[in-house]
């Protein structure tokens, strides 16, 4: 998994060493996220799914997209499609997406880049490999995650942020075994780049074999753990969790997880995406590309997306040049 990495893990910042006063977060339960599809086809692992929006909540939806070897040709994305009533985070861990919205919002991403759109009060987008890459095929892999939005700002205009990989905040585990990447939020004062409307932390990281990592963590928010690749234990209880299972934590002010010693084949690390957020605490009604707080208001979403008041698909095709002929 490329995403960002550095040479020297032990050059960068190091995380703080919990205190022994620190009350370690239990694991409420873990879950396997099932395969899928989404979009035109292409592949993904629905990490939320069989959760109580209780437990995610300021979050609605996350998919794994891949990982996926795809053969010349196969490479697939989304049609345009609308969004109102909350934020989508689209991080590419490997490959290539192109991203488009009425709103004027949009860019490549790739290897560790992400895109960060507000939907509020209505827009269009869509997502899509360059056609370079449908023509050779290639690695693919990244996440998507939806943020809730809470009423009083479900109805902010449209907004777009595109976060370079060589932004995001770098740290290191206290004993220098994982490399932890800060795309939003802060941990141990270190604040990543993403600007939320709706206060959230979202981490990458990658564990060597054996390490340990601990993390301080907001009282105020949930905790969520996605393992994107590999196995290891969670939690004081040290409960196995393996490739596509979802851990939810209890309350508390500190996150451990380990990796296991030996690791498949196919991945010489782990890699965990862990994220939480301050519960909006809103009556949630998610209805495809909508989410909102009443049955009324998504009739309103799709009345007002039939009348084009969410804004009007773009006759400019996204830019499908090799990305060595254009400048980010």
């Not at 949009?106 to 023509?135: C, K, S, Y």
């Not at 451990?256 to 890699?271: E, K």
């Not at 939480?276 to 707080?293: A, K, L, S």
């Not at 969410?310 to 090799?322: E, M, T, V």
């Amino acid at each position: 998994m490329p995403a960002v990495t550095v040479d020297n893990i032990l050059t960068l910042p190091k995380i703080d060493n919990p205190h022994t006063d620190v009350t370690e977060r239990p694991v409420v339960s873990v879950t396997t996220a099932p395969p899928g599809l989404e979009g035109e086809g292409f592949p993904v692992y629905r990490a939320f799914a069989g959760v109580p929006m209780s437990l995610i909540d300021p979050f609605v939806h996350m998919d794994q997209m891949g990982e996926i070897d795809y053969a010349p040709g196969e490479p697939k994305g989304t049609p345009w499609h609308p969004h109102r009533g909350f934020e989508t985070v689209t991080y590419i861990i490997d490959g290539t997406f192109d991203h488009q919205d009425s709103n004027g919002g949009g860019g490549r991403i790739t290897n560790g880049d992400t895109q960060w759109m507000t939907a509020g009060a209505g827009i269009l987008h869509i997502e899509a490999p360059p056609e370079f890459l449908v023509a050779s095929g290639g690695l693919f892999h990244g996440i998507q995650l939806w943020v809730n939005l809470p009423a009083a700002d479900k109805w902010n205009p449209p907004c777009y942020q595109d976060i370079r990989a060589n932004t995001v905040a770098l740290l290191s585990s206290h004993d220098g075994g994982a490399l932890v990447r800060v795309i939003a939020g802060e941990v141990s004062g270190y604040q990543g780049p993403g600007v939320t409307c709706t206060p959230i932390t979202l981490l990458h990281a990658t564990i060597s074999p054996g390490a340990e990592l601990f993390l301080p963590w907001r009282t105020d928010f949930n905790c969520l753990l996605y393992v994107l690749s590999g196995h290891g234990a969670v939690g004081p209880k040290h409960q196995p969790i393996q490739d596509h299972e979802l851990a939810v934590f209890g309350a508390g002010d500190t996150i451990r997880f380990g990796a296991d010693v030996h690791q498949d084949s196919r991945h010489t690390n782990i890699d965990i995406l862990i994220l939480g957020g301050r519960p909006i605490q809103e009556p949630v009604v998610h209805y495809g590309p909508f989410v909102m707080n009443t049955k009324a208001e998504i009739a309103q979403a799709f009345e007002d997306y039939k009348a084009g008041r969410l804004g009007q698909f773009s006759a400019a095709k996204l830019p499908h040049r090799h990305p060595n002929d254009i400048t980010l």
